[in-house]
């Protein structure tokens, strides 16, 4: 019996295409596997088995992350936005932010963007029947290379309300890559009204002296230290007071900052721990 028979996923050559590393795991495609989807490859998923038995619930952590960017979606078509620009969105996998945007406004534009080739190549022809919605390649740390593609001037008006999403993407720039400089310059070219919808991954909030605390806070680090070994190494996480200097510039939207599981959720059960979502989230608004 083959892979393909055995488990869902990838096996190749349907999207080996130029340019995709099959030496290390990479991070959407892991991401698709938590998530329950079929764009991975065996590499991906065998790292992800590996990442799951340094932090057992990280299905969980991906899908209340998933959760944030549908809610943060709802609540931007709700401020009457029709424009979405998904940075680093990797694979558009599980509850894809078109399907979420034109289930909602059928006229709603989408542009998802990344570097990696498989993603590009998937979302392209994922996306081929659809004239409002379209996958472009480009780098996070050269915003023209994304705002100015033409498929991009395409679909997104600048002059108009802008909903970008950088949903667990942050978390792979290390400090020293100052991503607040990078977001700064995203945001300049942002109209009066648009939205950001951020998410980072997060240790803050889980007490070390609680024993189911500790373990979920060493847990998500040793996690994150696994990712050393994929093609982005750098998995760091940040303070509440970090992720907060990412919105630079921006008006916080009520309720402010929250963890992924509990923002702006009306589902959150009483006594969940949302910090044991280890994930940071907020939305913010140009002003």
Known sequence: MTERETEPGLTGPAWTVPGVDLDHPNVSRVYDWYLGGTNNYAIDREFGREALKLLPHAREVAHHNRQFMTRAVAYALAQGIDQFLDIGSGIPTVSPVHELAQGANPEATVVYADNEAVAIAH?????????????????????DTIVEAETTRRLIDFRRPVCLLVVALVHFVPPEKDPERTLSEYYSLLAPGSLVALSHATVDGLDPADPAQKRVRESTLAFCAHYSKTSTPDFVTRTREEFTALFGGLELVEPGIGYTQSWRNPDLRPGENPAFSVGLAGMGRVP
């Open 123 to 143: 979302g392209t022809a994922m996306l081929a029947g659809n004239p409002k919605a379209a996958m472009v390649g480009g780098d996070f740390y050269q915003p």
